[in-house]
């Protein structure tokens, strides 16, 4: 390709096409000149969040994933179940951009001030498209990393950071003391845990097996609770109880869990009750589910009264809800600690064109507590 | 029993005992002398509510009922699960009144003039107890009815007529336009019907059977699906579509009505979507979980995006929520219009001691359409 334009690169597109076939592939496009008051960002890194493989990879069956081509030039594609289809709709035949975080460098800017003050520094971009080696951007969506911070350091400063954030907010602006975490021991249950332990806040652990129980002790956790043990049930009411947590931040979404913090809640909740009442108790318990890292169908035994609620819960309208000037605040404190309370670890850093191996998906894709990969949109780029 | 106290009577009392077994019996009580700002109820009519039935038998399995001795004296028994005593922990041991609402006469007074202006008054009452011969209650819970009522007409003046006000009031209130109920075919649904007829309200009613169907048509219902129908899932979105509904009240609970409605409304609004996104319409769904006509545990596919809600709802907590004047301007409603809007349809009216019988329970326990029952709490009482 000729590369006469300093803006032009690669970019990671997925495609469904209407007959069910997953398309990823990586495609050559010039970002825009910037406007008066955008940039032009050299993407440096890019985590592959949970939220980015939704858009990734869609309802693909990942037994199916097969890969034709070489280099930055592969195709790789996979099969979309029929019965998965319908959920796939608004999508279908849309070449569509993935990534929505990441950090680089300030390559040129918009004529405003406060854009060409941002030129050759090192920011973080939360917008999308984040899988291209240049973006274009708004000056403001810029958060401008401390004196130091490599573009790995920055490339998670949104995503994970502001979801563990809101999450304490909404505990906060809801009413309630404490809160439950599940999967708990990912990159964003870490972050959690160090916030809740500076801010003084009591936290339900929730994980999976026996080592994240460690993992998160050795971290200063106080309340553990692994679903794998056969006391679950009563380890989670004995610390709900010890804590006073009605609200829940699930990541999992599919099975029993949201309805067994609920349990739970109510468990904890009646063994200080006065009185009974047949509707149970008449503090409000709340579970919301963030993420889908069990895509089974969600599933609940209504013993827990009528005080309760469960829900979607998104970042980005939660920022919207609360406003800029919240939100603002928010960003700020984890520019202020990105090396401490908002450290992320990756288990690897792969270029586009690795991003597109089934080997590579194979890691990436499990999901598992320390397996977040960062995608280097400008490694092993060769100058055309 | 002696009864030198005009204000003693029986009383349908329900007991589960540590070990189990539930216990229907009557006791012998003298309802309180009324305070300066009470009044005594003869009871003459009460509704048996599936929200009475909740605390009548609790989580007993109906197919253990027994009764040993008769009339007045009789006790009827049933077993409860193992594992469903957990959730009846908060009860075990106390011999519970039943009965939510009723009406009767006024046949004593405390010396206040509002309580005095009540002596002789055909009352509704909500307050509990009221499978009770006498009940002594503050005078400001009575409504009283319009002249000529009688108390079989006004004992279901509250449950049913202020929850199916307060579901339109709560779609009002939480920025919806329109509303989906389920099990739309109960007395509620029927007086639901009426209320968003007279008030140009669009409501898609869901029921499970053909017959149903033809029922609500009659009365004047536009959209009306049955979940038995194969083209269910079709006639609901396309209802959804119409309405623009995004609010919905489920009285069944279980199952996978719950999230086929929020499947439904995701879809409806997709429809007309600009532009794909991964995290589904940002219009917020909401299905409130009033009932629980299916015990069966709650199932669902998280395919309806992240904007939704579910949540149990419940008629006291929502009163207590708008206050005591915009509770009122809904009973004065249903005063003004008991005969209409909120008339309530009885396919019996048994005693007391009828009510303890296995055969009766087997009716008036089934929570059919058409089958709802009255207890007349001062019928087939021979003076001691």
Redesign the interface.
């Known amino acids: 390709m000729s590369n006469d334009n300093p803006r032009r690169g690669l970019q990671l597109r997925s495609l469904i096409k209407p007959d069910g076939e997953l398309e990823l592939s990586l495609v050559s496009v010039d970002a825009p000149a910037p406007a008066p008051d955008e940039v032009v960002v050299r993407i440096e890194a890019a985590p592959i969040n949970p939220s980015d493989m ?2 990734l990879f869609g309802a693909a069956d990942m037994d199916t994933l097969r890969s034709t081509g070489s280099g930055t030039g592969a195709v790789t594609t996979a099969r979309v179940p029929e019965r998965a289809m ?2 796939m ?3 279908l035949g ?1 070449s ?1 951009p993935v990534g929505n975080e990441g950090a680089g460098v300030v390559i040129d800017t918009g004529t405003s001030a406060a854009a060409q003050a941002l030129l050759g520094k090192t920011v973080a971009v939360l917008g999308g498209a984040m899988y291209s080696q240049y973006r274009t951007i708004k000056d403001e969506q810029c958060l401008v990393l401390p004196p130091g911070a490599t573009p790995a350091e920055g490339a998670s400063c949104f995503v994970n950071p502001l979801t563990a954030l809101g999450m304490v907010e909404t505990m906060r602006r809801e009413g309630h003391k404490a809160l439950v975490h599940t999967a708990a021991a990912s990159n964003l249950g870490q972050m959690l845990n160090r916030i809740c332990i500076h801010d003084g806040i009591a936290l339900v652990n929730i994980v999976r097996k026996p080592e994240q129980v460690a993992l998160l002790r050795a971290a200063g956790a106080k309340h553990v609770c692994s679903s794998a043990s056969p006391t679950f049930i009563e380890d989670l009411i004995q610390a709900l109880v010890d804590t006073g947590a009605t609200i829940a931040f699930d990541a999992t ?2 099975g029993k869990l949201a ?1 067994q913090i609920l349990t739970g809640m109510e ?1 904890a909740l ?1 063994r200080s ?1 006065k009185e ?4 149970g108790s ?1 503090t409000h318990k709340q579970v919301y ?2 993420g ?1 890292l069990d895509t089974s ?7 827990f ?10 970042l ?2 939660f920022l919207q809800r609360i406003g800029p000037h919240a939100t603002q605040a928010l960003k700020q404190r984890v520019a202020d600690e990105l090396k401490t309370t908002f450290a992320s670890r990756y288990s690897a850093e792969i270029s586009l064109a690795e991003a597109l191996q089934p080997e590579a998906i194979a890691r990436y894709g499990q999901r598992a507590t320390g397996a977040k990969v960062l995608i280097h949109p400008n490694k092993d780029i060769a100058a055309a």
Chains 1, 2 share one sequence.
């Open positions: 939704g858009l319908r959920a709709a608004g999508r849309q569509l979404g599919g309805g468990a009646n009750a009974y009442s047949r509707y008449s589910l963030y889908g169908p969600t599933e609940f035994t209504r013993n009264g009528m005080a309760w609620g469960m829900g979607g819960w998104l980005t309208p």
